[in-house]
């Protein structure tokens, strides 16, 4: 159900009369769904791996030479948890500072009702 709620948040990015290149294929037993286009200059690729447990989402940004990827899913370490793994491919000359102390997080969802709950 979280994972129909976060395909639900791509949806309006593509839904914007944009030409959207979808592929859809199978490997090792998952149905892959890739979706390409572009927005402002930047490629956006939305990647759905459709299995007989679910769906696993993964997005990507390219502009320039940079590519940012992420990953989410759910892990049930310690309790009900959503991750995220981000990658970021430099194909530039130009270095860059990542420095993680400087991203922030917005989470667009009540968590829980809980008092006692919070975001990590």
Do not use: C
Request: proline share 2%; hydrophobic share 40%; charged share 30%.
């Amino acid at each position: 159900m979280k994972k129909l709620l976060l395909l639900l948040l791509f949806i309006p990015l593509v839904s914007f009369g944009q030409d959207v290149l979808v592929d859809e294929y199978f490997e090792d037993g998952n149905k892959i769904t890739k979706k390409t286009w572009t927005e402002d200059e930047q490629t956006l690729i939305l990647i759905d791996t459709a299995n007989n447990e679910g769906s696993n989402f993964r997005y990507f940004v390219q502009d320039e030479g940079i590519e940012v990827g992420m990953y989410f899913y759910v892990t049930r370490q310690f309790g009900k948890y959503f991750r995220v793994e981000i990658s970021v491919v430099n194909d530039t000359d130009n270095r860059i500072e990542f420095i993680p102390a400087n991203i922030d997080i917005n989470v667009n969802e009540v968590v829980s009702k809980k008092k006692n709950d919070k975001l990590l």
